[in-house]
């Protein structure tokens, strides 16, 4: 599976920013639709750590705490595509984030950087 994130870049504290991941290239028998999808993030000199998952049909959704009530992953399965929309973002939020096929950054694409800062 091949994972393409983008969206990312600068913004200020209280900012928003939307995530988009296309992903293609799926071994036969499967699809888009046979995964679970997942945003992981890493921040310097951090560990990769889990945000959010949604599940095939697009619901549930899962979040990390610190994340629950300002991100909302969801996922478009006629495009391909998942997403991550990013609300109220903190300066603690500046990582590269990752799409990825499960928490631990599996099949994770080259990232897409977002840096919270005024």
């Known amino acids: 599976v091949k994972l393409v994130e983008s969206g990312g870049g600068l913004v200020q504290p209280g900012g928003s920013l939307r995530l988009s991941c296309a992903a293609s290239?799926?071994?036969?028998?499967?699809?888009?639709?046979?995964?679970?999808m997942h945003w992981v993030r890493q921040a310097p000199g951090k560990w990769l750590e889990w945000v959010a998952a949604v599940s095939p049909d697009g619901l549930p959704t899962y979040y990390l705490d610190s994340v629950k009530g300002r991100f909302t992953i969801s996922r478009d399965n006629a495009k391909n595509t998942l997403y991550l929309q990013m609300d109220n973002l903190v300066s603690a939020d500046t990582a590269v984030y990752y799409c990825?096929?499960?928490?631990?950054?599996?099949?994770r694409g080259q990232g897409t950087q977002v840096t919270v800062s005024s």
């Open positions: 990825a096929l499960d928490r631990k950054g599996s099949g």
């Open positions: 290239e799926f071994p036969s028998p499967y699809s888009f639709t046979s995964y679970g």
